[in-house]
């Protein structure tokens, strides 16, 4: 079986894991892929925009000018919108651009992406990242060890962990998440992804039995 080396905080090798992008996803579909991650895009749409229309614009209701003799063409009121200060013929209006995919769609689209990651070689596992206290420079330290400071990078923990992602928030370019939390678009949006050994047997316990067959 395929299997990808298990780093310490040093960068130095201890371990395989036996993994393959097939035992998350029999096959990697790039349109769902696409569709997922518009969706969770479109969801992150605040909507919060408005325009006025010619109703709403403040402005005489007065006739601008007789309607023949003038040479001019007609015109009625200010508030057109075909006239500077005007409304907007097809003025917008606060919307909400959510939807929402079937659940096992986007639970596939989540393993494909991981799939993607283990195809393009994007994955690197360690063996453990707890810090007894928030400390930015001992993360810092663990990216330079293992190469991935120069980088975008997503941080997989199995749980929630306080003190890491108090530690690495404020490093530019990394992302911290449970793999609980994982979705197909903050997969796909870093370079590369770090996944702590628990995160992963974690991750993978969740994939159906038959598609670890």
């Known amino acids: 079986m395929p299997s990808i080396p298990i780093f310490d905080r040093t960068g ?6 036996d993994i393959a992008p097939e035992d998350l996803a029999p096959r990697i579909n ?4 696409h569709d997922a991650v518009v969706m969770y895009q479109a969801n992150l749409r605040q909507g919060t925009f408005k325009t006025k229309s010619r109703t ?16 001019n063409a007609r015109a009625g009121s200010r508030r057109s919108n075909i006239r500077r200060g005007g409304g907007h013929a097809k003025q917008k209006r606060p919307r909400d651009f959510g939807y929402r995919l079937p659940r096992k769609a986007l639970q596939l689209a989540t393993r494909m992406a991981l799939a993607s990651k283990l195809r393009d070689n994007q994955v690197v596992v360690i063996d453990q990242l707890s810090l007894a206290a928030p400390r930015t420079k001992d993360v810092a330290g663990v990216l330079r060890a293992l190469k991935l400071n120069d980088t975008t990078l997503l941080l997989a923990t199995a749980a929630y962990d306080a003190n890491v992602y108090k530690s690495a928030r404020n490093i530019e370019g990394v992302k911290v998440s449970a793999v609980a939390d994982l979705n197909a678009l903050c997969l796909l ?20 039995a038959a598609k670890q067959a």
């Open 56 to 71: 709403e614009v403040a402005g005489t209701t007065k006739k601008m000018y007789r309607q023949k003799g003038t040479g």
């Open 189 to 208: 949006q870093s370079r590369k992804l770090l996944v702590t050994k628990d995160a992963l047997d974690a991750f993978k316990a969740r994939v159906p």
């Open 12 to 17: 130095k090798e201890v371990g395989a894991y």
């Open 30 to 33: 790039k349109q769902l892929l």
